[in-house]
């Protein structure tokens, strides 16, 4: 069945860093890839998505690449700022539509 | 995107009672989810709710522990039932958006945040 694998956190990072946080999946067909956020005390968030291969999704700086070859959507930031720390979440919906499949998420901790 | 509310948006309960949660959508929406979020750990999905039919559960969920109700297009409720400290968890409601001929965007509800003692 289909699935999401996300690099294992806590990731803790200086204000002003690179941020990757590893995301690939398993599925079958074509499906959409997606990332949210869960800021402290809050609700998710939907951040980015991507709804083919090749596409890349961007918002509020974060950018994620739909790579169809490596099964994967890894997300990316040039410069963290303490305002995203947060727990990010990779999930994935099949090409049918409907339900969505989760990593485990990955908490980011940025530190000024 | 669609406004979600949920209520309540935090509660604690003893033991083998039932909490029955409310989630409204500031739109008509045909697909909507159940989620659960246990302590540190990821969403799954409890079940999908579509108006005017009977909600589809995921393996190992039961309508029995969990019933639904989907009265119309704006607005379901989830009931935990006969509650144990296991069920501790934030429960979160979503819908689904049309983007074509299949829905490949889901909105979240705030949460609801269930200590069971």
């Known amino acids: 069945g289909n699935s999401v694998t996300q690099m294992e956190g806590p990731v803790t990072l200086s204000e002003e860093a690179f941020l990757t946080i590893n995301c690939t999946y398993t599925?079958?067909?074509?499906?959409?890839l997606f990332w949210y956020v869960q800021y402290p005390g809050e609700g998710l968030q939907l951040l980015l998505k991507?709804?083919?291969?090749?596409d890349k999704g961007s918002n509020k700086g974060f950018e994620a690449t739909y790579r169809k070859e490596t099964t994967s959507f890894h997300l990316e930031k040039g410069s963290v700022q303490v305002s995203d720390s947060a727990v990010y979440f990779c999930?994935?919906?099949?090409?049918?539509?409907?339900?969505?499949?989760f990593g485990q998420g990955t908490e980011l901790s940025v530190k000024p | 995107s669609a406004v979600i509310s949920q209520k309540p948006s935090r509660d604690i309960c003893q033991r083998g009672t039932s909490l029955t949660i409310q989630c409204q959508v500031d739109?008509?929406?045909?697909?909507m989810f159940w989620y659960r979020q246990q302590p540190g750990q990821s969403l799954t999905l409890i079940a999908t709710?579509?108006?005017?039919?009977?909600?589809?559960?995921e393996s190992g969920f039961v309508i029995d522990k969990f019933p639904i109700s989907r009265p119309n297009l704006t607005f379901s409720t989830l009931t935990v039932s006969n509650m144990s400290p296991e069920d501790s968890s934030i429960y979160l409601c979503?819908?689904?958006?049309?983007?074509?001929?299949?829905?490949?965007?889901?909105?979240f509800g705030p949460g609801t945040r269930l200590t069971v003692l």
């Open positions: 979503s819908v689904g958006t049309s983007g074509g001929r299949t829905y490949n965007e889901q909105f």
């Open positions: 599925a079958t067909g074509y499906p959409s």
């Open positions: 991507a709804t083919k291969a090749d």
């Open positions: 999930a994935l919906m099949g090409n049918q539509g409907g339900k969505l499949i």
């Open positions: 739109s008509q929406v045909t697909m």
């Open positions: 709710a579509n108006q005017g039919s009977e909600a589809t559960y």
